[in-house]
């Protein structure tokens, strides 16, 4: 019978011990975005900094980044995008750094961030 309930005892320790992997898990972080995707998410965060007053290396965008077309995937790798944005009329390239699930690191003019 002791045998019974120290069997039992180490069964329900180890599933208890299992239970919190299993309520932490999720499927929120959803599959990697796909080149179109990854374009489509750099817009929405090129909007988001032009519509917030923010500086990037001393420049501010102006409305002039709202018509930029020229959008491409610069850099591409199993945890990140890089996707650039050419202005003509100003001649200068905006870069934006963004994870594989779309989240937003980084922009800059040069394309080159630091750790990757």
Known sequence: MRLMIKIVSIFCLGLSLLAPNLALSH??????????????K???HKRMIMEQPE?????T???????VTDTKIHKKDVRYFIV???NAGQ????????SANGEFYDANFTGTFKGL
Not at 55 to 59: E, Q, R, T, W, Y
Not at 61 to 67: A, E, F, G, P, R
């Open 27 to 40: 499927s929120s972080h959803g599959a990697p975005l796909n080149n179109q995707q990854a374009i489509e």
């Open 42 to 44: 750099a817009i929405e």
């Open 55 to 59: 500086v990037i290396k001393g420049v």
């Open 61 to 67: 965008l102006d409305d002039s980044w709202q018509t």
């Open 84 to 86: 650039s944005f050419y």
């Open 91 to 98: 001649g200068k390239t905006l870069y934006v750094l963004i």
